[in-house]
């Protein structure tokens, strides 16, 4: 007969380690974070796109988590400031194109835990030449804020001395790289992206991929007709735009293959969204019927509704669609819960993690969204609204059921609203009184 008492140990321990971090059970996840550029939900054919190519994307969502209602920023810099240090606008976002120097972001709380870490695609966060942020040229910048290893657009270069696609002007690691006119800019960096999970595949890893692509000039891909006519590599037109989505959607799947070829998929959470909504020069037809107008740089749906997906093989609640509110400021604590890490004064943040909601424990839903926009760019207009998942009101007191008003083009009066809408509003309302007031 067994020792009784070792197996009520064994069997206690079993029981107890079920309740344990993943990070603690197993070794902890790789982490993928990919952000397209100017891509609205509507570009997705998961999310009822009816025009645009994008099976690699639609096969994540089909066997991960998709997000019915992720909110960014309406604008890039705003975005990426947000979702790399988990706050608000308010808090740190200082100037157009420039993240301080100050702040810590989700590279420093990674790389601080023993991942190895790398950022490749669009970067715009040194300051830009002409404001004469100081600093605006260092080069070590990616490694201050985190980053072992770059491959970067618009690091210390300016678009003006050399654009993103065909004959891409990139620093890769403290080196201009070698300018070529066949070249295309995703294509290497996404090649930069492949080599580092090649090399670090032995230890966890953090990708931070805040692609240059879908953002204009609308131009061709390597897979496009007309990318064999050097002439027209630059030749804006809106119509190149499915091609720029197709593209976006190839690199996916090139990611996703390299996973598979280094046994790494079902340890490799992958987050992907997009930093605003599509270019106002963008119509997208729905499966529904409906047309979404591209509303980049505003505060509509169309400017800051975004898609989300989490994929993470047989950890990630299979073809989950979750109606759980996210924001910018969430991802930061979601990566930290990911993997283990306990957050400290060192990385406050206004966001929670949306972990449970990937993994299927649909606990501790966020009951708002809160959004702080000074843009502090173009003519765009500043704000602030508070917005569940069909009611908004902004700080001018205007609100919409957008459920019914996707546009926003008919606020509902106030000296109208039924009890129930009131007590909807006046919570909102509150809400608003206890955060800082319109920018």
């Known amino acids: 007969m067994p020792n009784m008492n070792l197996v ?4 206690h321990l079993l029981f107890a380690s079920s309740f344990l971090p993943n990070s603690i059970q197993n070794p902890p996840p790789n982490i993928i974070l990919i952000m397209a550029d100017d891509m609205g939900f509507e570009c997705l054919g998961a999310y009822g796109s009816s025009v645009y190519q994008t099976p690699n994307l639609d096969q994540m969502a089909k066997n991960g988590v ?4 992720c909110y960014s920023q309406p604008l890039c810099t705003p975005s990426r400031v947000k979702i790399m240090t988990g706050k608000h606008n308010f808090r740190n976002y200082q100037a157009f194109g420039y993240l301080s120097p100050k702040e810590k972001t989700f590279g420093n709380l990674l790389k601080d835990a023993g991942y190895a870490t790398c950022v490749a695609g669009k970067w715009q966060l040194n300051g830009i030449s002409g404001q004469k942020i100081e600093g605006w040229e260092d080069r070590n910048r990616p490694h201050h804020f985190g980053f072992d290893e770059y491959c970067l657009w618009q690091l210390d270069l300016t678009r ?4 993103r696609y065909a004959n891409p002007l990139l620093v890769q690691n403290g080196e201009v790289l070698p300018r070529d006119e066949n070249q295309y800019g995703s294509r290497v960096i996404s090649d930069f992206v492949l080599d580092f999970i090649d090399r670090k595949k032995e230890e966890p890893f953090f990708v931070y991929y805040p692609m240059n692509l879908v953002h204009d000039p609308f131009v061709p891909t390597p897979k496009s007709e007309d990318w064999q006519d050097p002439s027209k590599r630059y030749e804006a037109d809106t119509s190149y735009f499915k091609d720029m989505v ?16 280094n046994n790494l998929s079902e340890n490799t959470l992958i987050l992907f969204t997009g930093d605003n909504g599509t270019h106002v020069s963008i119509y997208s037809p729905m499966r529904d019927g ?3 107008k591209g509303d980049k740089g505003n505060m509509t749906d169309g400017g800051t509704r975004v898609p989300l997906i989490a994929y993470w093989p047989n950890k990630a609640r299979k073809g989950d669609i979750s109606n759980t509110l996210v924001d910018f400021s969430d991802f930061l604590p979601t990566l930290a819960e990911a993997a283990g890490i306990p957050l400290n004064e060192t990385y406050q943040t206004d966001g929670m993690s949306f972990l449970p909601q990937i993994l299927g424990n649909p606990d501790r839903p966020k009951e708002y969204i809160y959004m702080y926009y000074q843009p502090k760019w173009g003519k765009f207009e500043n704000g602030v609204f508070v917005r569940d998942q069909r009611f908004k009101l902004y700080g001018d007191g205007r609100f919409f059921d957008i459920q019914e008003d996707v546009l926003e083009e008919l606020p509902l009066p106030k000296e109208k609203l039924s009890k129930e809408l009131m007590q909807v509003y006046e919570k909102f309302e509150s809400i608003l009184a206890e955060k800082p007031g319109n920018p």
Do not use: C, M, P, S
Request: proline content about 0%; charged content about 30%.
């Open 66 to 69: 998709r997000f019915e209602h």
């Open 290 to 292: 409906n047309v979404i």
């Open 8 to 11: 009520f140990i064994f069997i």
């Open 160 to 163: 003006a001395e050399g654009e």
């Open 246 to 261: 197709a593209y976006t959607d190839f690199i996916i799947g090139r990611i996703l293959q390299k996973l598979e070829e």
